[in-house]
């Protein structure tokens, strides 16, 4: 149906910025919202932000509006902006895709962001 892929994790320090993007293919026509959510180690995941086609975002508290979502529609894209990262932001990042007809959610493999103190 949709396929997911991650890219733009990897080791920063504390205070610095990395964008993640996320790419969506398949069946990407009933795709109406896309996001980010994240996993720590010993923790459940949670949700980071989410955007819909229509442009309309929401945030987790704990983005403190440090992060910044972004999307395109016709390529099927979804970005995440993450400045001023905190150790505590550690975490494998998972990009997500709402399908409206198959009433479902779809996950990429996840790609893994490390800040250093």
């Known amino acids: 149906q949709v396929q997911l892929v991650e890219s733009g994790g990897g080791l920063v320090q504390a205070g610095e910025s990395l964008r993640l993007s996320c790419a969506a293919s398949g069946s990407v026509f009933s795709i109406n919202a896309m996001g980010w959510y994240r996993q720590a180690p010993g923790k459940e995941r949670e949700l980071v932000a989410t955007?819909?086609?229509?442009?309309?975002?929401t945030y987790a508290d704990f983005v403190k509006g440090r992060f910044v979502i972004s999307g395109d529609n016709a390529k099927s894209t979804v970005d995440l902006q993450m400045s001023s990262l905190k150790p505590e932001d550690t975490a494998v990042y998972y990009c997500n895709a709402h399908d409206m007809w198959a009433s479902s959610d779809f996950w990429g493999q996840g790609t893994p962001v490390t800040v250093s103190s």
């Open positions: 955007r819909t086609n229509g442009g309309r975002t």
